[in-house]
């Protein structure tokens, strides 16, 4: 098994889900889209990930407004309301009979080109959406062995070029970066930002523990996560101080805790970063607190939703 933050159990039923393409349902093995889209010719789309706990999409709202938000920066307009998307959503999970230990992808691109190109004015078609739901539940391993991570020389974009926040299907920096961390024996990529301060990683969001304080990036050049905007929810609940700053390797190398936390994995620890042992090497306690109280959050999410 591939060690890392998305190591998910093996589940027999994803064999045979049900995915959804445009309103129309397909099995997995048929389920297909048109080499001419967007998305496959020049990564022109938006996407966003949904964990479904005792038939509730936890922090839906949170998710959405992140959707629209890249639907809008990219200039898609989208044919649908947040409303009429959700029940796409339960119509597949309804399909597949799934209520619980969910994973759902949705993803939605321009359309489909007249011919290969990128201009936006050759999309002969409505915006395509596929909506993947599997049965997936995080392997415990990752919590209880930690992970590792690499310094990667791909720095995360500059608002100015490619927003971090943009949730978008255009991955191939992150992609070189874990190439790079994979290579270098990690798990996965920690990366920089413009400037030379920790950033965030290939796919989640960086935070460390210093003197029991709980320090992450600025929102400046980071993934704008879910996950990570309740993990600094619960520090301000729960009075434990949680800062978002500027801060360098010389800081990380030296932090008591790591971990990094993500829709699926919710908070994973990290255990060392560029061969250096991050405090003890273990789950810390600070991250195991906190992984405790962000759990606590999902449960009244689904009682009070």
């Known amino acids: 098994m591939v060690h890392g933050t998305h190591n998910a159990l093996e589940d027999s039923r994803n064999d045979s889900i049900l995915i959804l393409i445009n309103d129309e349902l397909f099995p997995r093995n048929e389920a297909k889209i048109s080499v001419f889209d967007s998305g496959y010719l020049v990564g022109d789309g938006v996407w966003e990930a949904l964990r479904l ?23 898609m307009k989208l044919p649908f309301t ?158 434990i101080k949680c800062v978002e700053k500027d801060f360098s390797l010389f800081d990380v190398y030296g932090a008591d805790e790591a971990f990094v936390t993500g829709t699926f994995g919710g908070l994973t620890p990290v255990i060392k970063i560029d061969g250096r042992t991050i405090g003890s090497g273990r789950y810390g306690d600070m991250t195991k607190k906190l992984s405790e109280l962000y759990n606590e959050l999902i449960k009244s999410e689904v009682k009070n939703g």
């Open 53 to 75: 706990h005792d038939g509730k999409l936890v922090f839906a709202k949170d998710h959405l407004n992140r959707l629209w938000q890249s639907a809008k920066t990219v200039g």
């Open 82 to 239: 947040k409303e009429e998307l959700l029940e796409k959503v339960s119509y597949v999970l309804s399909a597949n009979s799934m209520t619980d230990g969910v994973h759902v992808r949705i993803m939605i691109t321009r359309g489909i080109k007249k011919t290969p190109s990128q201009d936006p004015r050759l999309t002969i078609s409505g915006p395509n959406i596929v909506i993947i739901p599997e049965f997936k539940r995080a392997s415990t391993e990752s919590k209880d062995k930690g992970i590792t991570l690499f310094t990667s020389t791909i720095r995360r974009g500059s608002p100015d070029y490619l927003d971090p926040r943009l949730n978008c299907h255009s991955k191939l920096h992150e992609v070189q970066a874990l190439i790079q961390a994979i290579e270098a024996g990690a798990d996965e990529a920690l990366m920089l930002d413009v400037n030379g301060f920790v950033s965030t990683c290939n796919a989640t969001n960086f935070f460390m523990v210093k003197n029991n304080e709980v320090w992450t990036s600025t929102s400046k050049y980071c993934m704008n996560g879910i996950t990570r905007g309740k993990v600094i929810e619960v520090c301000h609940a729960n009075d």
